[in-house]
Every structure is written in C-alpha cells, then in structure tokens.
C-alpha cells in the first residue's frame, strides 16, 4: 500500500506551506531595514497571539532556554521556588532552579495527576519568590489548572511562571487577566515552523524583579534582549528564515480569522479541542484508557498500552503500515503510553485518518475487542455534537 508520511507527535509538529515557503525565500541580512520591520511586525503580533499587552520576546534557543532564563533572570542563590511537578516537564523545572542553587520546594503529583489548590496553599510561604509549573504536562497529556495557581497568588510578591510551550493555541489562557507573569512557548509547537525559537511574555512586575537578580547570565540575559527587541533587533545572530516562518505562520491565523489575529487563535484552539475530544471518545471505544482521564489537556493525548502490550508495539505498526508517527512515553513511561499530538497544523481529516489507522493496529494487537469503525463513530458522534454547538454560538 502507499503510505505517506504523517507527523502525529507533540514537537516537532506538521509544518504550515506558507511558512515553509516563507523559510526558503528568507534571505535578508538580520541588520537591515528590512528584517527591522518583519521583526518588530512579528513581535507586535506575538502579543495577540498570547494574548497579553506585555512585552514578548523572542529566543534562539528551544523552550528549554526560555525556561531556564526565566530562572536565571528572576531569582538569586538561595531564593525560595516552589516547582508544580507531575512529569517529566515538571521535573525539569526542579533541575534548572537547582542548578542556578535556588532552594526549591516541590509539590508533586504521579504522572497523569494534576494538583489540588489546598495542597499547592500548604507549600506557599510568604518568602517563597516564583512558582514554576506547565500549563499542560506533554509527557503525560495533563492540563494543570493555571488559573486556580494565579488566584492563589494574587495579592503576594510571589511571580507565576507557566510553561505553555504545548499549551499555547490548545488552551485559552488569560495572560493578563490571571495575572500570569512569565508565559512560555516554542515555535515547534501550535505556530506549526520547525524547533528553534522560544517565546515569553513577561510582565512588569517580573522586570522589576530583573532588577534584583543576581544569577550569572550572558546569552539569556533578558533586560538586553529588551532593549535590542525594541529597536527591531536581537541581542545577537537571530534565526531569521524561523522568523520569516513565523511572520507567515501569523499572517495565516489572522486569514483564518478574516483578518483577526486574535479570532484566528481561538479558532486554533477550538480545533485542537475537537481533536483531542474525538481521540479521547475514539480511544474508549477501543476499549484502551487515558493516561489523564481527570484533566485531560487538548495539546496531546496520552493513551494507555493495553495490558500485556508495549507501547512501543503501537508506535512501530502506526509507523509500519500507514506511516503515522506517534509518540512513545518518556522515559521510565516508554513502553507504557503513546501520545497523539492535536497542535498546530492538525485537522479533522488528520484526526479521522489516525483513528481508522489506530482502530486496524489495534484489531491486530487486540483481537476481537471490537469492531472496526467503533471509534470512528465515536469520534465523528463528537465532532458532530461540537460542530453543532460551534454553529448554535455563532449566529449567521
């Protein structure tokens, strides 16, 4: 049979063609004129994007660095951090506050939990200076409650800094109105170009708190890069064919939302939200269990190996015979899960032909368990109940 590659992984994720396009026809000086405007117009509508009238930033580097600065830039040796950890993700938050020798208190929860406010209220001291936490755990396809922590520091001196590198164009999230300090997010993810430029949107109150930061830093350091972002530059060598795909990505939201940027986003989630929704129904009708069936996010969907069967047996067959890339757990979880991405460039065509690629490797591995096209009906019983809504809430 022909088969045609697929990418149904959480980063890297399918690229957008105009992005594409936009990559290869990108040969512009980054100290010029031109690459002043295309720089500062992306900045501009990174905010909307977000969702906030904060600065925002652009990084060379994986979110990872973006992570990292907002550790480097924010605290001191021997600040108070509490670190929200519930996966792998979370737990790389841990590991950079360590490094940088923050003295770090943790709550954690087991991979596919999220967390309890009266649990994260016991943790908080009035000289605890950040919390750290992801807005949805791409390991393990949780959504952590964002603004429940906001409310929780609201009125203390203490910043929120959230990871949504997957959460960003999957989840909505009120950047200014939670009170969110820093926001995270990766170019590989929902803004469908390829890995290799992190952005944050910072708040004033965590300029200020820059002010005070006595943590070594050169490359990550974040007031610089300010100053060079208002000019129409960066600090140092920018990706500049990843900007001009990330201009290009912008601009085909904003179509999508006839000319509205901020419309376009929404639409962005919604259609994540939908996917995700269908391959979780999908998935119960196989008969196989959700990784987080509590707080399930919409970025990816994390789904059990069926007992007696690795993971890594599902992975290989979607790979073998249709071509579709899924992703294993991390990991001590490799061989327990895959995970099914539903951010970015991702539809509801994608999301059909993954069903009905996951409902024949199944009846293999899984004989006998149910009949083929159980979750296909599943999921198209839900996009139609969706569909529906969506149309009821928009008056013609």
Known sequence: MFRKTRLFTPGPTPLLPAAQFAMAAADVHHRTPEFRALYSKVLEQMKTFVGTRNDVLLLTCSGT????????NLTSPDDEVL????????ERWTAIAKAFHCNVT??????????????????????????YMQATETSTGARHDVEGVAKLLRGTDTLLVV??????GTTALDVDGWGIDVIIGGSQKALMIPPGLAYMAVS???????????????????????????????????PVALIAGLGAALDHLAQQGAGDLAKGRDLLIQNAESCA?????????????????????????????????????????????????????????????????????FDYLDTIALIGALEHVMSTITPGKFQIGDALRAAQSVFSERTQKTAVAQPA
């Open 277 to 345: 929704a269908m391959t979780r129904a999908a998935a119960r009708a196989l008969g196989l269990e959700l990784f987080a069936p509590n707080s399930p996010g919409a970025a990816v969907t994390a789904i059990k190996a069926p007992a007696g069967i690795s993971s890594d047996d599902v992975v290989k067959s979607l790979k073998s015979r249709f071509g579709a890339i899924v992703a294993n757990g991390q990991g001590d979880m490799k061989g327990q899960l895959f995970r099914i991405a539903h951010l970015g460039y």
């Open 204 to 238: 004033d109150r965590a300029w200020k708190r820059m002010e005070s930061s006595r943590q070594p830093k050169y490359y990550f350091d974040l007031p610089k890069e300010r100053k060079s972002a208002a000019k129409g530059e960066a600090s140092y060598t920018p």
């Open 65 to 72: 660095g973006a992570m990292e600065a907002s550790v480097s």
């Open 106 to 131: 943790t709550v954690s929860k087991a991979y596919g939990q999220t967390f309890a406010m009266d649990e994260i209220k016991a943790q908080l001291k009035p000289t605890t200076r950040v919390v």
């Open 83 to 90: 670190v929200l950890s519930a996966g792998k993700f979370g």
């Open 163 to 168: 990871d949504a590198i997957t959460g960003l």
